[in-house]
């Protein structure tokens, strides 16, 4: 009975001695950065970017969970700008700012807002691998805007964004969700309210928002081995896409079984052209639109009655 009562008074004690310990020392911890290469490594920290910087290979590294970096309205830059590795999960990146080389995100539930993200002849933005990221508000660029890649339950929302031809892409796709290498790969996404208007290629098919692959500049399409399953395109302006000699579209559910099961509804694509080669302002590669629905969107060309 005596050491029942000494153990309770000592759990009470340690109570409440961690009760009174001063706040600072479970305060996150603040950390500037003022040079790259670097490893943001430390779980839960808030690292703000405290100078324009500019390196070799990644400019900003994210190692660990949880991570908060401000860009603060500087400008990074570096072969990636910024990496989010697989084992940082919950990342939040912040802007104002400029990221030049673009961001590359394997880690779950990342959320990236209000930057500026600069692709210049690769990718505004990769998510390679990874679940539950969330893009929004953002500007974006590159010879493929955003690029998901065996992603699943992804959102791409109110962003603006604008692709070129060129460098690691010959294609200019302003949002690009690859076809699947394998059964299940690339579901669930969601790509809402973006504004994707009048991006160009020479060399390459120039579009809005494909899912899959893309017919050639003969109009023909191979078709795909596994289907990107579930897909909502909502909201989009997809206008004015063009390319010479080479396929323009505005929304594109690519070939036939690169796609299933998706929603789109209330896009407006119109305007969108090539000259000496095939131009939609919507597509599906899909016979008859497969298992995809088309609702109440607003397009002038289409390649099937039930792309509407």
């Not at 690691?168 to 949002?175: F, G, N, V």
Request: charged content about 15%.
């Amino acid at each position: 009975m005596y050491g029942t009562r000494v153990a309770n008074c000592s759990f009470v004690a340690i109570f409440l001695t961690l009760l009174l310990l001063p706040q600072a020392c479970f305060a996150v911890r603040h950390i500037r950065i003022t040079s790259c290469p670097y490893t943001a490594n430390v779980a839960g920290a808030v690292y703000t970017v405290a100078q324009n910087m500019d390196g070799h290979g990644n400019c900003i590294d994210i190692a660990a969970p949880r991570v908060t970096l401000n860009v603060n309205g500087k400008i990074v830059s570096g072969g990636i700008g910024i990496y989010v590795e697989s084992a940082a999960k919950d990342a939040h990146l912040f802007g104002p700012g400029t990221v030049w080389g673009g961001i590359t995100d394997k880690g779950d539930f990342a959320v990236i807002k209000g930057l500026s993200l600069e692709g210049d002849v690769g990718y505004g933005l990769l998510i390679l691998g990874a679940k539950g990221t969330v893009a929004q508000g953002n500007d974006i660029n590159g010879a493929v805007g955003v690029d998901l890649r065996a992603s699943e339950k992804c959102t791409i929302d109110h962003n603006k964004i604008r692709a070129w031809s060129g460098g690691e892409y010959s294609p200019a796709y302003d949002i690009w969700i690859d076809a699947a290498a394998a059964k299940g790969q690339s579901k669930n996404n969601v790509i809402t309210n973006n504004n994707v208007n009048s991006n160009g290629a020479l060399d390459g098919a120039s579009g809005g928002i494909l899912v899959g692959d893309s017919f050639d500049s003969s109009g023909n399409c191979a078709p795909g081995q596994f289907p990107v399953e579930g897909t909502i395109i909502e909201n989009n302006q997809a206008n004015m896409h063009s390319g010479w000699g080479v396929p323009g579209f505005g929304i594109s559910l690519g070939c036939q079984n690169d796609s299933a099961h998706s929603i789109v509804k209330h896009n407006v694509a119109k305007n969108n052209g090539a000259l000496y080669a095939p131009a939609f302002d919507a597509y599906d590669g899909n016979s008859k639109c497969g298992s995809n629905k088309w609702e109440d969107d607003t397009f002038k060309v289409t390649n099937q009655t039930c792309v509407k």
